[in-house]
């Protein structure tokens, strides 16, 4: 449910996307109950499927707009997340997988801790639903663990979850720090909220929403042993 003193027109939801046509329309519709007002930036990075024609039906009825990456040089979901930061015209964004993994309906929960003066809000996966395997528990302890290492080594700001995909802020604060360091994120990777933490200069009022983590219904996982790889060079 949705509480009467949030403004969503504050907020623009960034999905980063490729091929997810099977979840989006399902995602933009929930988004729109849960977030009426808002806007939507579809960060898609070259998708072959039917992204781009789903995200234009919501057109008229929904404030989206299709940021197409599919002609740009390097391809990755930070670097297709930075630039629909770049582009958002909102006091606040949020960025929420395009896959349903992420429920929609805890957005008004980060709006009301941003508008309570918040910088930053980030999700906390409290359950992980699904058939994880064994190994893919083992390494998501590992890359939380050794992130949250790293974190507190360089007396960073620190979240639950930094390798949440799920989080929120302020868009002034990251279009400042963009301008200047843009290369301080590993732009074909996916973890773009700890590469933030880990090198912005200065201390946030960081609040948390904790939420369930659900199985990816349909489409494919774009999680490769490259990204993997990534995350764990940009540790050190
Ligand atoms: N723009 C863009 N989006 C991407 C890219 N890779 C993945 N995504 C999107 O980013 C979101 C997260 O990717 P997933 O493949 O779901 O990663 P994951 O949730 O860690 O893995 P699963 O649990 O297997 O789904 C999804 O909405 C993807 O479509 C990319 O290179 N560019
Ligand atoms: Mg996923």
New binding site residues.
């Given amino acids: 449910m949705t509480e009467v003193n949030l403004d969503f027109s504050n907020l623009t939801v960034i999905i980063p996307t490729l091929n997810e046509e099977k979840s989006l329309g399902e995602l933009l519709e929930l988004i729109e109950r849960n977030a009426p007002n808002c806007k939507i930036i579809v960060a898609d990075d070259g998708s072959i499927d039917k992204t781009k024609e789903i995200t234009e039906t919501f057109e008229g009825k929904l404030e989206t707009f299709f940021l197409d990456r599919k002609d740009e040089e390097v391809h990755g979901l930070t670097v297709s997340v930075l630039d629909a930061i770049l582009t958002c015209s909102t006091a606040y964004f949020l960025v929420m997988?395009g896959?349903l993994?992420h429920p929609p309906k805890v957005i008004p929960g980060f709006l009301k801790l941003l508008q309570e003066e918040y910088d930053l809000v980030a999700g906390n996966r409290i359950k992980i639903v699904g058939n994880w395997s064994l190994n893919r528990k083992l390494m998501s302890f590992v890359a939380r663990l050794l992130g949250s290492l790293a974190l507190i080594f360089r007396r960073k700001n620190r979240v639950k979850d930094v390798m949440t995909g799920l989080f929120a802020s302020r868009t002034q604060i990251w279009k400042g720090f963009l301008q200047k360091k843009k290369k301080k994120f590993v732009l074909e990777g996916y973890k773009v909220l700890f590469d933030f933490l880990k090198s912005y200069p200065s201390k946030l009022k960081v609040g948390h929403v904790d939420y369930t983590f659900g199985t990816?219904h349909s489409g494919e996982?774009k999680i490769s042993k490259k990204v993997i790889w990534l995350y764990f060079k940009s540790l050190f």
């Fill in positions: 997988d896959d993994q990816r996982s």
